[in-house]
């Protein structure tokens, strides 16, 4: 048995949920932006599986890109600090974005994000978040599209760590607390 599912304590959302969820979101993105060509940006790491299916999920021709940025460091809760650590590469000025991120927690990371962006002048901004954890929020936040709600657990994989593990479980599992506590 994989290692890291024993670390795992309940399965929220398997691969086929996930993927069938994705295919949703990605056909209102289609017909939403149809002749519009919107960019993609990625928010690392967390989001980089989610933006991989879901740009395959999409039949209109997108442009992607990553923004890096760090608020959590090793623990489980956000500090509400967010450091940009690789900027995008496109000119998004006049430009319909999409942020396509794994996770709103406190939701300070993601209006950080937006505000940045908006610095850069696209003619539209919207937001794409697999998972929203409403308990957490800690500002009012508003997105676009939205995969799944979360209560408040610790939840890995499909890209989301703990201390940097767990990215590459295929599916979205609560961690044992006594991993972390
Ligand atoms: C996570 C997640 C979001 C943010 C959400 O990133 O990917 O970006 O925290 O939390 P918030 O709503 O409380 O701001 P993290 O800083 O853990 O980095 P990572 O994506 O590299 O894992």
């Known amino acids: 048995m994989n290692q890291m599912n024993c670390d795992i ?8 949920r996930i993927q069938t969820r994705i295919r949703e979101i990605g056909l209102e993105i289609s017909n939403e932006y149809q002749d519009r ?7 690392l790491k967390g989001g980089f599986i989610f933006l991989a299916d879901l740009v395959r999920s999409i039949s209109i021709p997108v442009e992607v890109d990553f923004l890096a940025i760090s608020s959590y460091g090793a623990g489980t809760s956000s500090s509400g600090v967010v450091k940009i650590r690789k900027d995008i590469d496109l000119d998004i000025s006049g430009r319909d974005v999409i942020v ?16 940045y962006l908006w610095q850069h002048k696209p003619s539209s901004l919207r937001t794409c978040v697999l998972l929203d954890k409403p308990e957490a929020h800690k500002i009012e936040v508003h997105f676009d599209y939205v995969g799944f709600e979360v209560q408040n657990e610790f939840v890995v994989g499909y890209g989301l760590d703990f201390a940097e593990t767990y990215r590459n479980l295929p599916y979205i599992g609560i961690l044992k607390e006594e991993l972390y506590q």
């Open 100 to 115: 396509v991120e794994d996770i709103v927690d406190s939701g300070l990371s993601l209006q950080y994000i937006k505000d």
């Open 9 to 16: 304590s309940a399965v929220l959302f398997d691969e086929y």
């Open 37 to 43: 060509k919107p960019i993609l940006i990625g928010i």
